[in-house]
């Protein structure tokens, strides 16, 4: 346990963005300072798990600041194991920021970020994979995140870590028994061992090849729309986001600055980004267009080059698609289908390139009426890493990815210790190493630079 108490605004604070706002305390003073600011009338009892109706007061010139409700919950029956307050206030900036105040005045000390998430952990309430669960749920930008989240939340990930450490603690002490005490144990089966490591070893290589999928869906990809002028950048974006994010004309050099919209297509977060078109001008504000244009070029994880089908692929077009940067994903897409001869009939029509969509389209679409959509949104995907997450019930954060795949090559270096026929001591020197990566996955071997670094992630007040 702490013996100071600690205190942060647990909500999204905001004009007008809430109607309730949350003020958390926890430590050994929590209930003391809940008390002394707390004025609940008539004989309301102050019980744990118990909510109590009153006022905010304060203490030193007896003004009410704010009508709030008082949470009561002590240790350990809280998320920190410790005495935890929570004043439900008005929501809006002025309420909550003077009731933190008080707070603060009574005692408390401002919270850090992740601190409550980091006192649950250091108190026994999660291991680390829960507490950065925690994390990942309120940061999810999709339903499947959230899922993935709530899995990690619910001790899947330590299951499963946990026992494939275990699986290696197992191994690793039948081998260090035989390195002091072989003539009095019976001989040991190494083919069994190199069994269980490879065993352990594939499943880790597993998790880390299910990580890139996870990291997918949890942080999205941005997607830079990018092509010569009036090819339809903003009519596409308006199509695949289902707003009215651009302006749409027949002018060439309508979008002079990037406009950003989020959608989420079958459960991964996409930033779709409108540039301006890219093309020699005069125009002073359209050429600073066409210079973050190309920034968000270079910075974006898939440039989809959007060209004219009517037109034809043009030397612009092929202009265009050099200066993609390598190592960026390149979706090439023709638009304009309707016009060119392609994509008949209503929205969500199945696909049917125009015959003159020349070989380099690696998908066609008419933004007008949005035929061809759906062949985009896979080709999309496709082109994002993204095959389908059926079967993906847990999923490595970046953290949790490089610490799994050091696990796997120790085991790799191990199991070479052994096709050498080394001696078993060369064996448990890298098994020793694997079984220490995952125990800094679920926390049961982590230092405190580490966990500093982990928990200062996290949002202030959780």
């Known amino acids: 346990m702490f013996d100071d ?63 709030a409700l008082l949470l009561l919950m002590k240790a ?29 005045a009574a005692g408390a000390r401002r919270a850090g970020a992740g601190e409550f998430s980091q006192r649950a952990f250091l108190n026994g309430r999660l291991d680390l994979t829960r507490a950065e669960a925690v994390s990942e749920l309120v940061t999810a930008r999709s339903r499947r995140a959230a899922q993935l989240a709530m899995a990690g939340l619910d001790g899947g990930l330590q299951r499963r870590i946990g026992g494939l ?59 830079a729309i990018v092509g010569r002028p009036n090819v339809g950048k903003s009519s596409l974006l308006n199509r695949l986001s289902r707003t009215e994010r651009a302006i ?14 989020e959608l989420v297509i079958q459960g991964v977060p996409l930033t779709l980004l409108d540039t301006a078109g890219i093309r020699a001008t005069d125009d002073r504000v359209e050429q600073l267009g066409i210079a973050r244009s190309r920034a968000a070029l270079a910075a974006a994880d898939v440039v989809l080059l959007l060209f004219d089908l009517e037109a034809g692929w043009t030397a612009g077009d092929q ?57 985009l949104e896979q080709a ?26 050091a696990a796997a090559a120790a085991l790799a270096r191990s199991l070479e210790a052994a096709q050498q026929q080394l001696p078993w001591d060369f064996w448990t020197i890298d098994l020793r190493a694997a079984a220490r990566a995952l125990g800094e996955i679920t926390g049961e071997e982590i230092n405190e630079a580490v966990l500093d670094r982990v928990f200062a992630r996290f949002c202030i007040g959780k």
């Open 165 to 223: 450490r275990e699986r290696l603690l197992d191994q690793l002490a039948e081998l260090e028994a035989r390195v002091d005490f072989e003539e009095d144990l019976p001989p040991l089966d190494a083919a069994a061992v190199v069994a269980e490591l490879e065993a352990v070893r594939g499943a880790l290589l597993q998790l880390v090849a299910d990580a890139q999928r996870g990291q997918l869906l949890r942080e999205g990809l941005k997607v």
């Open 380 to 405: 999309l995907l496709r082109r994002c890493g993204h095959g389908g997450d059926q079967g993906l019930q847990v999923a490595l954060n970046r953290r949790q990815h490089d610490l799994a795949a």
């Open 5 to 67: 108490t600690i205190a942060a605004v647990a909500t999204a604070v905001a004009a007008g963005a809430g109607s309730v706002a949350i003020v958390r305390l926890s430590g050994p003073q929590a209930e003391a300072i809940g008390r002394r600011l707390f004025v609940a009338p008539g004989q309301q009892c102050w019980e744990s798990h118990r909510v109590l109706y009153g006022h905010v007061v304060d203490p030193a010139t007896g003004e009410r600041v704010d009508e």
């Open 319 to 375: 202009e265009l698609r050099e200066q993609v940067p390598p190592g960026v994903s390149l979706l090439v897409v023709g638009n304009k289908a309707d016009l060119a001869g392609g994509l008949a009939g209503p929205a969500g029509a199945e696909s049917i390139a125009p015959a003159a969509a020349p070989a380099v389209a690696d998908a066609c679409i008419s933004a007008l009426s949005g035929a061809g959509q759906e062949q």
């Open 248 to 261: 749409v004309t027949d002018l060439p050099g309508t979008t002079r600055d990037l406009v950003e919209s």
């Open 76 to 104: 350990p029956r809280s998320f920190t194991r410790e005495d935890v307050v929570e004043l439900h206030c008005h929501g809006g900036l002025i309420c909550v920021q003077r009731v933190l105040e008080l707070v603060l």
